[in-house]
């Protein structure tokens, strides 16, 4: 019967040192599963470049005007997240977290101008391109 105090503090070192191995494992699985999600992302976002560059190059060896601003790309960074977006074919395509501070702007009205751009846009996710951008 002595023996069962004894037993007490060594298991729960034991606990103490497994419950810290795990906390450590969590944190670089974590860390893992961010890069992660970040390669696939920007996987996805280059994909979608590639695609846009390639629609341009088809149109215009079919004899098709894609207009000025076929497409573009944009990539930067909101709250420590590398966030990016392409348009294309007339659509958007973007992180939830740019397109959620997009959308705040064209709900707000935002218009943007000024001595670079000849006239002025209205936010907007939609049309026209140049507004789309500017957003």
């Known amino acids: 019967m002595t023996q069962q105090p004894t037993q007490r503090p060594d298991r729960a070192a034991t606990l103490a040192a ?6 450590a494992d969590l944190v670089v699985l974590q860390r893992r599963q961010q890069e992660a999600v970040a390669t696939a992302r920007a996987v996805c976002h280059h ?3 590639h695609r846009a560059r390639r ?3 088809d149109q215009r060896r ?5 207009g000025p601003l076929a497409w573009f790309t944009v990539e930067g960074v909101l709250e420590d ?3 990016r977006a392409v348009w294309a074919d007339g659509r958007l ?3 939830r977290l740019l397109e959620s501070r997009a959308r705040r702007l064209v709900d707000l009205g935002a218009e943007f101008g000024g001595e670079e751009v000849p006239r002025r846009y209205r936010a907007s996710l939609q049309a026209p391109a140049a507004a789309v951008l500017l957003t």
Do not use: H, K
Request: hydrophobic share 45%.
């Open 18 to 23: 497994t419950a810290a191995a795990l906390a």
């Open 47 to 49: 994909t979608q470049l």
């Open 93 to 95: 395509r973007c992180d």
């Open 81 to 83: 997240q590398v966030v």
């Open 62 to 66: 079919q004899g098709r005007d894609p």
């Open 55 to 57: 629609r341009v190059v």
